[in-house]
Nanobody, 130 residues
Framework: VQLQASGGGLVQAGDSLRLSCAAS???????????MGWFRQAPGKEREFVAN????????SYRDSVKGRFTISRDRTKNTVYLQMNSLKPEDTAVYYC?????????????????????WGQGTLVTVSS
């Protein structure tokens, strides 16, 4: 499975962006997609969990600092997962990565560590100016 992330850019604080992550490869099933997540990594910092979604059931989880501002969703007809980011803050500046792992039976709250994911997209840069 290959993941292609897009949608990053330079915005001002308070603006919105929508990131997309398109999955491709062999015929994809709910089992292939499992849990899809977004992580981010700022310069000099470790990669951190942002949000994830169970591809089959749609359950989601978020890191506390983005709750109420970010929304993760998926379009199963397009094999694409989205991250809608509103009210962006300078501290949201990072390279954002999408990733996939687990199974349709995986509880999303157990998938917050990068090591739990099997495949990754290339990252897209989000820069929020103050």
């Amino acid at each position: 499975v290959q993941l292609q992330a897009s949608g990053g850019g330079l915005v001002q604080a308070g603006d919105s962006l929508r990131l997309s992550c398109a999955a491709s490869g062999r015929t994809l099933s709910n089992y292939d997609m499992g849990v899809m997540g977004w992580f981010r990594q700022a310069p000099g910092k470790e990669r951190e969990f942002v949000a994830n979604i169970n591809w089959s059931g749609g359950s989601t989880s978020y890191r506390d600092s983005v709750k109420g501002r970010f929304t993760i969703s998926r379009d199963r007809t397009k094999n694409t997962v989205y991250l809608q980011m509103n009210s962006l803050k300078p501290e949201d500046t990072a390279v954002y990565y999408c990733a996939g792992g687990g199974t349709p039976f995986t509880v999303v709250a157990t998938m917050i560590r990068p090591q739990r994911y099997d495949y990754w997209g290339q990252g897209t840069l989000v820069t929020v100016s103050s």
